[in-house]
């Protein structure tokens, strides 16, 4: 009788361990795969979406927070009687753009987030208005907007002191600023719309303007020192 004979409880011991080793390797091998595609696609996800959750590297950060219907209703609410040129400074999306031209303007956007800039282009196009908007990958800080006449903000309170300086010593006196979200710190609003966040306030160019000059006097007038009184 051989060997299989005498121990068949052994054969099939040694079968079982065999097969739950081959099929734990098979198990182990799927896993790795699985990892690595679900890693790579978490990858990808991620390169696609950071930069719309993110806020681009900028001297001032502005997170990327859309829009609401209402912010864009006001801000074309209290632009409603004016013309001409419109920026956007911090486009995003570029859904103030996109709605700008529609109603006629001529309107840009500077986006530091180039993947913002570029699905802008993209939406412009799509809603027909790619002839009258134009969206530049560019910081605030090194663009002029001297050639603009409506002018758009979505700022932070931390950069709103030197924007102030920036606007008032560029624009033309003709222009009107609207701030979202945040009012300028010194400038007084011609007036305001909406409520919460959705509040807008207006700014005329000729009145802040007329007020840096002002506050630059003052600092470059020297103080005259009392003389003191005769005496006879």
């Not at 950071?50 to 997170?63: D, E, G, I, N, T």
């Not at 412009?124 to 990958?137: K, L, Q």
């Not at 008032?168 to 701030?179: D, F, M």
């Amino acid at each position: 009788m051989s060997q299989e004979g005498l121990f068949p409880d052994s054969a099939v011991a040694g079968q079982l361990k065999s097969d739950v080793k081959d099929k734990r390797s098979r198990m182990s091998r799927v896993g790795v795969v699985v990892t690595g595609v679900l890693g790579g696609s978490l990858v990808a996800l991620y390169a696609v979406a950071a930069p719309f959750l993110a806020p681009a590297l900028r001297k001032v950060c502005l997170p990327f927070v859309p829009a609401t219907t209402a912010q864009v209703e006001n801000v074309l609410g209290s632009l409603r009687a004016r013309s001409g040129t419109l920026v956007d400074i911090g486009s995003g999306d570029g859904r103030i753009v996109i709605a700008a031209a529609k109603h006629g303007f001529q309107a840009s956007g500077f986006e530091l987030n180039p993947w913002l800039v570029w699905y802008s282009r993209y939406k412009a196009i799509r809603e027909g208005v790619h002839h009258s908007t134009s969206f530049h990958i560019s910081d605030l800080w090194k663009v002029s907007f001297a050639q603009y006449s409506n002018v758009v903000i979505f700022g932070v309170p931390q950069m709103m002191d030197q924007l102030e300086l920036k606007l008032a010593s560029e624009l033309p006196s003709t222009a009107k600023v609207v701030a979202c979200r945040f009012p300028f710190p010194t400038w007084v609003p011609e007036h305001t719309a909406g409520e919460g966040i959705d509040t807008v306030w207006v700014y005329n160019a000729k009145t802040f303007k007329s007020h840096l000059q002002h506050r630059m006097a003052r600092k470059t007038t020297p103080e005259h020192e009392s003389t003191p009184d005769s005496h006879t």
